[in-house]
């Protein structure tokens, strides 16, 4: 069964409102990989955490990687409407790198 | 650099077909994993290959099968076509794969619709 969950499913905010995104993994993961899909495209790599407790920024996106390293979240401040788009996070499970559920984010100007 | 290239970019096939998909992966990068992508299931694992070696495979029938030539271009094949084999196949190529932390970079994806 799916190992990497994402909640929620679909997030609709007006533009200027934050936005956060959650990845649960069943398993330890040794790494996570976030990416972005814009509506009709193909998934594009945005950033990789590999420490427990990590924390990396890009302009107004802040990624976490949690401290039992099985959980993840990928914070946007201020969303403007190039955020839109379904945000993903993927983890090594030592057998097999996951997918997560996704996230769609629609920003409403 | 020239990024993944997928071919084709739409297949429509009838049940009971078989299909070829193909992938070119990013000059100099070595690993080539698919995936299936359904609104349903969202990005599914099929498998990864690294220098012409299956190295890791999803949980997905016998139906669905790949390669991986000397030049680092993969082909998946899909025999005995089902309904619910329609999706969006992409493909991601990587310096040594994403459990080797390397990013994974996609291709523009086929879309597959059988009938």
């Known amino acids: 069964g799916q190992q990497v969950m994402q909640i929620p499913q679909y997030q609709h905010v007006q533009e200027g409102e934050d936005f956060t995104t959650y990845c649960n993994s069943s398993?330890?993961?040794?790494?996570i990989q976030w990416y972005k899909q814009r509506p009709g495209g193909h998934p594009v790599f945005l950033i990789q955490l590999v420490k427990s407790g990590e924390v990396k920024k890009q302009k107004r996106l802040t990624f976490q990687f949690g401290e039992a390293k099985k959980n993840s979240s990928l914070h946007i401040t201020a969303t403007q409407t190039t955020d839109v788009g379904t945000y993903f996070c993927a983890g090594d499970a030592g057998n097999q790198f996951y997918f997560g559920t996704g996230t769609s984010l629609t920003v409403i100007p | 650099k020239a990024g993944v290239t997928q071919t084709p970019r739409y297949l429509i096939k009838t049940r009971g077909q078989q299909v070829t998909l193909s992938c070119s992966p990013i000059s100099g990068h070595r690993s080539v994993s698919w995936y299936q992508q359904t609104p349903g299931q969202g990005l599914q694992f099929l498998f990864e290959y690294f220098s012409e070696t299956q190295r890791n495979k999803g949980n997905f029938p016998g139906r669905f099968s790949g390669r991986q030539f000397s030049n680092s271009r993969s082909e998946m094949n899909v025999s005995t076509l089902e309904l619910g084999d329609s999706a969006l196949y992409l493909c991601a190529s990587s310096l040594k794969g994403a459990q080797g932390n390397s990013p994974l970079h996609f291709g523009n994806g086929t879309r597959l619709t059988v009938t």
């Open positions: 398993t330890t993961l040794s790494n």
